[in-house]
């Protein structure tokens, strides 16, 4: 009898336990699905942040521009209120535009640099910020800026846009509009565009054309192969060919350097002008400047006047000066490139057309030898 109690009471707790094993689990997660949110809510936008303009505004005029940039990209992660992570977006891209003190044009500018770097592919950001460093005379900082955005737009359907905004700047780098007027940093600049956008064939041409100018044959060809026969005008391929050849068969010819004739206690050594008239300049090496008389540039072609006098030291003390620029001049088997000069009158100077001083002598590594009479010059 006791066996039989023992046996029922095993029984029924094994089937209790059965039950409980199915019924305590749902209910459990029933309980639990009661106290969180539907998963639906999980994945919606976190509601907008109160006065979040206000705090941007603040940073902005407190000019914590990592604050304030960052605020903006948390605002658009966040996609509460896409309104007003627009309006944030606009301030930033309109900052550089609406100021005009150069305090708060610098403020817009460090701004828009923060922006750039942490929003790369917008190149309107890039643009924006090209103008603002523009507008501050910062034209290396404008074109890291245009170049950035290139990179971006030749990923796009057409970088021709981007494109022309580069060479603009460039240009004008080049020509000393700006900041850069000597060749090495011209070169400086091509290779900059070429390294973000090696099939813009125009500055490997450019690169190659200043390579010739600066004696560096070997590499002005290198350069000049590695454009294609379609890539660009072949006339001016043919061109610039020709002349590197004539300028390193004529480099090979004067190794042993430029003859000099001897001026009192001076040298005077002869150069060309690209229409093949020949001048006497009196070598100076004390000359900061290069001289011409005004009857040598009077009658020297393509002589173009530039806007800024100069002052400068003479034996009948300081005196002001215009500048020239000529198309080129050859120095034995170099020719220098746009070479500016002044003009004074030289008196008591007869026989002689100007003075060669440092800032063109200073191109070359020379060498004056007194006992040959030779002026040694190399690249």
């Known amino acids: 009898m006791m066996l039989l109690r023992w046996l029922l009471i095993l029984t029924l707790g094994f089937a ?34 109160p006065g979040l303009r206000e705090q941007f505004e603040q940073l902005l005029a407190a000019e914590e521009w990592d604050a304030a940039v960052a605020l903006y990209v948390r605002a658009e992660a966040r996609g509460s209120d896409p309104e007003q992570a627009a309006a944030m977006r606009q301030r930033i891209l309109g900052a550089g535009r609406v100021v005009s003190g150069r305090r708060d044009l610098e403020g817009a500018l460090a701004l828009l640099e923060r922006y750039t770097f942490q929003h790369h592919r917008d190149v309107e950001g ?159 090496t004390g000359a900061t400047r290069s001289v011409l008389k005004p009857q040598v540039v009077a009658r020297t072609p393509g002589a173009e006047r530039l806007p800024q006098r100069v002052r400068i030291g003479t034996a009948n003390g300081v005196v002001s000066a215009s500048r020239y620029r000529l198309p080129g001049l050859t120095l034995g088997p170099f020719r220098i490139d746009a070479p500016e000069l002044v003009v004074l009158d030289l008196e008591g100077l007869a026989g002689v057309d100007g003075l060669l001083g440092l800032d063109l002598l200073g191109r070359f590594d020379y060498r004056i030898d007194p006992g040959s009479g030779r002026l040694l010059l190399a690249r």
């Open 126 to 284: 890039h643009y924006r910020l090209a103008e603002a460093a523009e507008r501050l005379g910062r034209p290396q900082l404008a074109l890291a800026a245009l170049l950035d955005a290139l990179d971006v737009e030749l990923t796009g359907p057409d970088p021709e846009p981007a494109r022309a905004r580069v060479a603009e700047l460039v240009d004008a780098l080049v020509a000393g509009r700006l900041a850069i007027d000597d060749r090495s940093g011209a070169m400086r600049l091509y290779q900059q565009v070429l390294d973000r956008d090696p099939l813009n064939h125009r500055y490997r041409f450019l690169l190659a054309k200043q390579l010739e100018a600066a004696g560096e044959y070997r590499a002005a060809q290198r350069t000049l192969d590695e454009i294609p026969d379609d890539g660009h005008d072949p006339v001016s391929m043919a061109e610039l060919t020709r002349r590197i050849a004539e300028s390193s068969a004529l480099a090979t010819r004067f190794a042993e350097g430029l003859p000099l004739t001897r001026f009192g206690e001076h040298f005077l050594v002869d150069v060309a002008l690209d229409d093949g008239r020949p001048l006497r300049l009196l070598l100076d």
């Open 16 to 49: 209790a336990g059965w039950w409980l094993r199915g019924w305590l689990p749902d209910r459990l997660a029933e309980e639990h699905s009661a106290t969180r949110e539907p998963a639906v809510r999980a994945t919606a936008p976190l509601p907008a942040e």
